[in-house]
């Protein structure tokens, strides 16, 4: 996959919106038409000429309607945030212990809304590699990368129509991705990820 960082960078620019606008108190203490403001860091790595993406996967947990579920280091933005971007890389260094100065940041691909009411805005960070990361085993049950290239072949995913467990809401389309290591990544994670591959001209 012939891409370079410089190569991100302007694509995910030209296309994608800014979100690093201050944060207000009022913003994340009330949510802004019934959807809480929340960020997640999409880590990006190159090893041996691939382009990798790391993803977590939720530890278990009764209460979580995610848990267990692939995703991304992330969550909901806190008083004490700047701005979202602030928010994701807090969330990665307590998630997976990754550190926000060895963040290089690429740009962001376009928020989405989760059945679970929040308004996501995604980060792409160049990070470097090989890098410890450790999961918080009370939020984090282990760390998971998929190459880019697998991520972006057509034949690897799929979109289904879900109904969420919200009543009266019509089944809406979802995207699956085939089994990696034993996990499967969908929903709002895959979601991003083919935005971003979109973005990048490379997936569908």
């Known amino acids: ?4 960082p410089e190569t991100i960078r302007s694509r995910l620019k030209s296309a994608a919106p800014d979100q690093l606008s201050t944060l207000a108190p009022a913003a994340v203490a009330s949510p802004e038409n019934g959807l809480y403001p ?39 933005a806190e008083i004490g945030d700047r701005h979202l971007l602030d928010t994701a890389l807090r969330e990665a260094r307590e998630e997976i212990a990754l550190q926000p ?23 792409v960070g160049l990070i470097p590699w090989p890098y410890p990361l450790h999961p918080d085993q009370r939020e984090v049950e282990k760390v998971l990368t998929i190459p880019l290239g697998w991520l972006a072949d057509p034949d690897h995913s799929r979109t ?16 699956f991705f085939d089994p990696y290591q034993d996990e499967i ?11 971003f591959l979109q973005l990048l001209e490379i997936g569908a």
């Open 101 to 123: 100065e060895d963040v290089h940041l690429l740009g962001q691909v376009d928020r989405i809304t989760t059945v679970s009411d929040y308004r996501v805005t995604p980060f």
């Open 38 to 76: 929340a960020a997640v860091l999409m880590p990006l790595f190159q090893d041996q000429g691939e382009w990798q993406m790391v993803f977590i996967k939720r530890s278990e947990h009764d209460a979580d309607r995610h848990s267990s579920q692939i995703a991304f280091p992330g969550g909901r």
């Open 1 to 4: 996959m012939n891409l370079t």
């Open 185 to 195: 990544l969908w929903g709002a994670s895959a979601r991003m990820v083919c935005n």
């Open 160 to 175: 289904e129509l879900w109904s969420s467990s919200k009543s009266g809401q019509r089944p809406h389309p979802v995207i």
